[in-house]
């Protein structure tokens, strides 16, 4: 049985952050009601690329990035800003165990959508508001996005190349790592409020920020400015406590090499046929040698810059020396564990074709996670709306009808 069997959700978030916390409550086994706008969707169904649509030969409004934060909904299209929308949203919530949901505070009032409108309802609700910045305070109105969250929780301003160097400046990640990390954070508390539930019988509220989580991202970079005042700079790709560590070029690619203690600095010197290395003061300890980072640099440089990198790779792998290539996406899905991992599988997807999937990196040893391809909108807005509330099919095409599924 699934963890989270009869556990259900409704999620009226979008874009990224909430709706990752629900899909891996999903994979999970809860019955998530993903919530979309008739017509339109999720924002993240007009950011392509998109599945091919069959019928009209063009593109369908399945794109990657809707298939990637909501497997294993069921999408019910309704209109909450009118008052027979929220009604229904409302009659579902009182049937759910979860209420997710990522509008700006204080929002969905206007709807009889927010926490106390849903815990008068259902009083042992577990109602998780992702907010941007909170609920309250100078910034809870303002619009979150992720670029700008990377920039204002101090992300970017430690990724990047150091001041001097080429390049040099603050930089941001490509994936969205304030919105992943927010979801996985507000996961996380709602797991942790069932379990209160479970034990207590009460409801509680999950306020799930993404500056929070962002500043919480910044982790040891963060204590070391609260203790000592001095402000973390951009290193680019170098460790700052351990050296040798960080990127090198070989022959035919780039290597990671991560030889931080003095064992495994012993036999990165061996491979390179540079034994007297290790005697050198200057590179005695691990402190030492990021003392004199520059100057290591500059001798191991050279010898990595003669050698291919498979050489390399497997010569460091049978000496202990941590290592590893800098893979692009195709060679990520043709590496041997990635694949012996099946890291990536495919769904059956309700347009009549398999679609991709990563796989959720959580795997129990009892209860196996459960995967359902990402619907396509409104897909189940009938089926649920009829069983869950009761409704026929001459009321579901009125509503239909009438723009409001």
């Known amino acids: 049985m699934a963890l989270l069997h009869g556990v259900k959700v409704l999620d009226l978030t979008r874009v990224i952050a909430g709706p990752l916390c629900t899909q891996v409550l999903a994979d999970m086994g809860a019955t998530v009601y993903k ?37 294993g909904k069921r999408s019910i299209t309704l209109d909450i800003a009118t008052p027979e929308g929220a009604t229904l949203a409302r009659q579902l919530a009182a049937q759910c165990d979860v209420v997710v949901e990522n509008y700006k505070a204080g929002s969905l009032a206007r709807y009889g959508l927010d926490e106390p409108s849903i815990r008068a309802l259902r009083p042992d609700i577990v109602y998780c508001s992702v907010t941007g910045f909170g609920p309250d305070g100078p910034y809870a109105a303002r619009p979150a996005y992720d670029f700008i969250l990377q920039g204002l929780a101090g992300v970017m301003s430690t990724c990047g190349q ?14 969205p790592i304030t919105d992943v990390v927010t979801g996985l954070y507000a996961t996380i508390g709602i797991l942790g409020a069932l379990h209160h ?4 019988g009460q409801g509680q509220h999950v306020d799930a920020a993404m500056l929070d989580a962002s500043v919480a991202l910044n982790g040891h970079l963060a204590l070391g400015y609260l203790m000592t005042g001095k402000v973390p700079a951009r290193i680019g790709n170098t460790n700052p406590i351990a050296s040798p560590s960080e990127v090198f070029d070989c022959a035919d690619g ?16 061996g491979v390179l046929g540079r034994p007297e290395y290790v005697s050198d003061l200057r590179f005695s300890t691990n402190v030492q040698r990021v003392q004199h980072r520059a100057a290591l640099r500059d001798l191991l440089a050279p010898l990595l810059r003669q050698r291919a990198r498979a050489e390399l790779l497997a010569a460091f792998e049978q000496a202990g020396v941590p290592c590893g290539p800098i893979n692009d996406m195709a060679q990520v899905f043709e590496d041997p564990q990635t694949r ?66």
Not at 45 to 67: E, H, K, Q, V
Not at 258 to 268: H, I, V
Not at 352 to 360: A, K
Request: glycine share 12%; net charge negative.
């Open 197 to 200: 539930r479970r034990e207590t």
């Open 35 to 71: 919530i979309e706008k008739p017509g339109e969707g999720d924002d993240t169904r007009r950011m392509g690329p998109f599945l091919p649509d069959a019928a009209s030969g063009g593109d369908s409004n399945d794109s990657a990035l809707y298939l990637a934060y909501n497997r």
């Open 254 to 269: 780039q290597l990671i090499v991560a030889a931080g203690n003095n064992g495994q600095f012993t036999a990165l010197c």
């Open 340 to 405: 012996h991992r099946e890291l990536a599988f495919t769904l059956p997807h309700g347009r009549g074709t398999d679609v991709p999937s990563l796989r959720n990196p959580i795997r129990y040893s009892q209860t196996p996670l459960h995967y359902r391809a990402a619907p396509m909108l409104g897909q189940d807005s009938d089926e649920v709306l009829a069983q869950a509330l009761g409704l026929d099919a001459d009321a579901l095409g009125d509503l239909r009808k009438r723009g409001i599924i």
């Open 162 to 175: 150091p001041d001097g160097t080429p390049g040099a400046g603050a930089m941001r990640t490509a994936i």
